[in-house]
């Protein structure tokens, strides 16, 4: 199976080559990641634009992810990423690589550990698919994995706040989206990462977005 999570914000309509930065292959426990080989841009490519293709109709012939960046075999587990508002499953993928190191690949590709136990994982195209808001949820804690600034961490909230504040389900399963959408979505994050209940961890960068 290949997976091509997105790295564009960009997906009401349709999504580019060049918007995937990487194609996953996955076949049972064993996980390959690509990067795309630069392309010759000709003359009517300037002009016309790049041909575009719905990352649901990508495959390996007709698109040219050769380079190999990233291979891991028999992981713990590989998550998929669950769409509740637009339906676009799969645009991030979660590798639980060993023990309690975690990759996401999506915009890059970068590890980070925890001793929580990751469960789910969404990545909902939020208004009108301008952009997608990317959040594994884990037994204790839910983790934010977009970068900072200096792209060089995440953050995470406890499980707990985010019940509290109506976020999270009481099952712990997903996200309320009944109560998250009354929340801006163009203020990053719902502005959580500006929360005195926010902790950051480190992240090491694998393979960087072209």
């Known amino acids: 199976m290949n997976i091509f999570p997105s790295g564009s914000n960009n997906q009401a309509e349709y999504i580019s080559k060049t918007e995937c930065n990487f194609r996953v292959n996955i076949d049972k426990r064993n996980v390959k990641v690509y990067k795309r080989t630069k392309e010759k841009k000709g003359i009517l490519d300037s002009i016309f634009g790049s041909k575009k293709i719905h990352r649901d109709k ?92 200096n792209r060089n961490k995440i953050f995470y909230i406890s499980n707990v706040y985010l019940k509290k504040i109506g976020f999270l389900t009481k099952d712990g399963k997903t996200f309320n989206w009944e109560n998250v959408k009354k929340y801006d979505p163009n203020i990053y994050q719902w502005g959580l990462d500006k929360s005195t209940e926010k902790k950051e961890i480190p992240i090491k960068m694998i393979e960087k977005r072209y």
């Open 58 to 149: 990508m495959t390996v012939k007709n698109t040219n992810y050769n380079i190999l960046v990233l291979e891991i075999k028999n992981a713990r587990e590989v998550f998929l990423s669950d769409d509740i508002i637009q339906g676009d499953n799969g645009n991030h993928v979660l590798i639980n690589s060993k023990n309690k190191e975690y990759i996401s690949v999506g915009d890059d590709i970068f590890s980070f550990n925890t001793k929580d136990e990751i469960q789910f994982l969404e990545s909902p195209v939020v208004k009108s698919g301008e952009f997608k808001l990317t959040y594994a949820i884990g037994k204790t804690n839910t983790y934010f994995l977009s970068l900072n600034k």
